[in-house]
């Protein structure tokens, strides 16, 4: 999945961007799948705020702010009732296992304990392979493929030398996508279906940029059961968006849903009327 996120504030631009999103040739944007991260900097020459662009790679989006400390790891030592009594306080179905040196040894998850021989049993009769685990400098895409692959609610966080650092749960990346999506943000989204080869990021943006209105976040998907198209989902800075609307359908492109927009009567029967066009088609 691609996201773009104008209203990032996190973290600092580390090259200088470029004045506005549409203002982008396409050539300088990475294809499906990469990530264009933008944050807010008024710091730097010829950038206002909300318009500070970084390519992939540029502004660091890794895993250490997530790191959480409040859930302890296991020793091995511990016994099997232990360990599940505290993956039930803590709400994770898995706990890091380290050893009197903070060094990461294991991972136990609850499916794994509960068919232990019994209660009782210490831990480290349970480890076997090496953990999975993730560096502080991890991307957060990264950290959620290897937990969606692992199917793992928490993941734990070491150094080069396999030091056990924290845990960064299922939770904490979700409220993290959660900001780079501008959930929180007031605003109309809008869903567009498009053809693959037809899509151009900088000239959407640059059409929605034309009604005074700001793209939030973006992100797009390849459609599952429509070969050679891609679903995009925008969240704007404005939920009047009747004018975004009609200028993107004047463009040729095709909205399939829109959430959380304020409509008039007028605007309404208007869409009545293009939806019962396009039945007619």
């Known amino acids: 999945m691609h996201f773009v996120n104008p209203a990032m504030t996190h973290e600092p631009c580390t090259k200088r961007g470029t004045q506005g999103l549409s203002s982008l040739p396409d050539s300088q944007y990475p294809g499906n799948g990469t990530v264009l991260e933008v944050t807010k900097e008024a710091t730097r020459p010829g950038i206002s705020p909300g318009a500070c662009i970084a390519l992939d790679g540029y502004v660091a989006m890794n895993i250490e702010s997530l790191i959480s400390h409040s859930t302890p790891p296991l020793k091995p030592t511990d016994t099997v009732e232990f360990a599940l009594g505290l993956l039930m306080e803590f709400r994770v179905g898995h706990l890091p296992v380290v050893d009197r040196a903070r060094k990461l040894i294991g991972v136990v998850s609850e499916e794994r304990l509960l068919n232990a021989a019994g209660p009782d049993m210490p831990l480290e009769s349970l480890l076997s392979g090496e953990p999975i685990f993730a560096a502080p400098d991890t991307h957060v895409f990264d950290v959620t493929k290897v937990m ?113 927009e304020d409509e008039d009567d007028e605007d309404l029967l208007y869409r009545i009327q293009e939806f019962m066009r396009y039945l007619e088609v």
Not at 203 to 223: G, K, P
């Open 148 to 260: 969606i692959e692992h199917d793992m609610t928490a993941l734990p966080v070491a150094d080069a030398e396999g030091r056990y650092l924290g845990l960064v749960r299922r939770h904490d990346i979700f409220e993290q996508f959660a900001r780079m999506l501008s959930t929180h943000e007031a605003g109309a989204i809008l869903a567009l279906d498009i053809e693959a080869r037809d899509y151009s990021l900088s000239q959407l943006v640059y059409t929605i940029e034309q009604s005074d209105v700001r793209v939030l976040s973006l992100a797009t998907e390849t459609e599952p059961h429509a070969e050679g198209r891609i679903r995009v989902t925008l969240k704007l800075n404005a939920t009047d968006v009747a004018r975004v609307r009609h200028m993107l359908e004047h463009h040729g492109y095709h909205i399939v849903a829109t959430f959380g």
